[in-house]
């Protein structure tokens, strides 16, 4: 990492973690490219505070493993499907930021020199050392895991000090807000709480590893605009998943 941290943000070095279903837009598939370019903006303006971005894209929009398998497909196979999904929004991601001249490495997990990395963690360290943008795809490169648990992996393999889950909602409530107006919001809310009432904040996998290391997960909307910038300099609705 960098010696000092921009003063005017909480943390040096961050993970952000999107579904695949935050590309899609209005449309029901797919890629929607103004959504992808809203959210580069997002990551773009976060970069621009000196802050060392590594992303974790799901494949949801485009392939759904657990969804093939539950129609009858081998889940060996489906899952590795959804891998090579999360390698189409990684490298949609790449083109955004790179035309707004933010310099961005897709790193897959699953071998394919020809459109990005291997993963090998130092070069990934370096390329955040030159605040280049991380794009880690492919989840872990087995089946049976998710992209949460990828990105927990990944967050803390790459030393970052929180984990960012763009969602839909503003924060983790007890009941699902969209279908019921009287669900409560957490501030904060540990790991064990978030496990023991099976919220849905990421895979149980994924909570035990952040919870294991200590990193926290910040749950913001990622269709506010300015999110993402205002909850790194302190500001805006969101929350803490801690120890």
């Known amino acids: 990492m960098s010696d000092t941290a921009p003063p005017e943000t909480r943390f040096q070095r961050v993970l952000l973690k999107i579904s695949g279903e935050a590309l899609m ?3 029901g598939y797919g890629l929607h490219p103004p959504t992808v370019e809203r959210i580069a903006r997002e990551v773009k303006s976060v970069h621009d505070l000196g802050v060392e971005i590594c992303m ?18 081998e889940r060996t196979t489906a899952d590795y499907m959804g891998m090579l999904a999360t390698v189409m929004n990684a490298l949609a991601m790449q083109s955004s930021l790179e035309k707004m001249g933010v310099y961005c490495r ?41 992209t949460d648990t990828a990105a927990t992996l990944r967050a803390n393999e790459m030393a970052c000090e929180a984990i960012f889950k763009g969602t839909k909602v503003d924060g983790v409530y007890d009941k699902d807000p969209m279908t019921n107006p009287d669900a409560k919001r957490y501030d904060r809310i540990s790991y064990d709480d978030v496990l023991a009432q099976h919220l849905q904040v990421m895979d149980a996998s994924a909570i035990a590893l952040a919870r294991d290391n200590n990193l926290p997960i910040i749950v913001f909307s990622l269709d506010e605009p300015g999110g993402f910038k205002g909850i790194l300099a302190g500001h805006g609705t969101y929350t803490t998943v801690h120890g």
Request: proline content about 3%.
């Open 106 to 146: 897709v790193i897959s997990a699953i071998r394919m020199d020809e459109v990005a990395e291997p993963y090998i963690r130092r070069r990934a360290v370096r390329h955040l050392e030159k605040k280049r943008v991380c794009i880690f795809a492919a989840g872990t490169g087995n089946p049976y895991f998710t």
């Open 25 to 27: 837009g209005d449309q």
């Open 56 to 73: 974790v894209i799901g494949g949801g929009n485009i392939f759904r493993g657990l969804q093939g398998s539950a129609q009858g497909m």
